[in-house]
């Protein structure tokens, strides 16, 4: 496992950007010159760095640059951009609170994440995933309304502190914007 110290020895960070570029010629990759941007990003849209033959996330070395330790637990970011490795995006979370920062689902046609049609009851279902669990909220005529109650239990439940002003804040924006919270 990498130090700070080889970091720092091997790579510039700019926290600014969040890139990393080589401040030695890479032995590995011959091409490479002092001033390159490091690395590429994988099928997930993250950006990988490989030091010594041991492919590493550039966000988890942006942390270990800046704070001087490999996390203990994941690094979220927070406008949920894999590749967005500028310092004020990134933050040391629980693999839990990483899973309430993401996008709503693809298949989303409410706008709303945790809102979807209930063909059965030909309503608008309101869900929400606490503890591997999936919490029926109820069934209602608007979707508005249901993203409303959906959004009343993030702020409410003690298991969801980490980030209710959330995707579902900035859909209910969308189309209300007077919503203040």
Not at 63 to 92: A, T, V
Not at 146 to 175: D, G, H, M
Request: with cysteine.
């Amino acid at each position: 496992m990498i130090t700070q110290t080889e970091l720092k020895q091997i790579l510039h960070y700019n926290p600014k950007s969040g890139l990393f570029t080589w401040k030695i010629k890479n032995k590995q990759k011959s091409k490479i010159k002092i001033g390159d941007i490091a690395g590429g990003f994988d099928k997930n849209g993250y950006r990988t760095i490989q030091i010594n033959n041991k492919r590493y996330y550039a966000h988890r070395l942006a942390w270990l640059y800046m704070k001087g330790y490999i996390p203990e637990y994941q690094i979220d970011h927070k406008n949920r951009r894999p590749g967005s490795n500028h310092w004020n995006n990134l933050r040391h979370v629980t693999r839990v609170c990483n899973q309430q920062n993401k996008n709503k689902n693809i298949h989303n046609k409410s706008g709303f994440p945790g809102v979807c049609w209930s063909k059965a009851n030909k309503n608008w279902a309101a869900q929400i995933h606490i503890d591997k669990k999936s919490i029926y909220l109820g069934g209602y005529s608007d979707p508005l309304e249901a993203a409303l109650v959906r959004f009343t239990i993030e702020v409410q439940c003690p298991k969801w502190s980490c980030n209710y002003k959330s995707e579902l804040v900035k859909a209910i924006k969308l189309v209300w914007p007077e919503f203040r919270f």
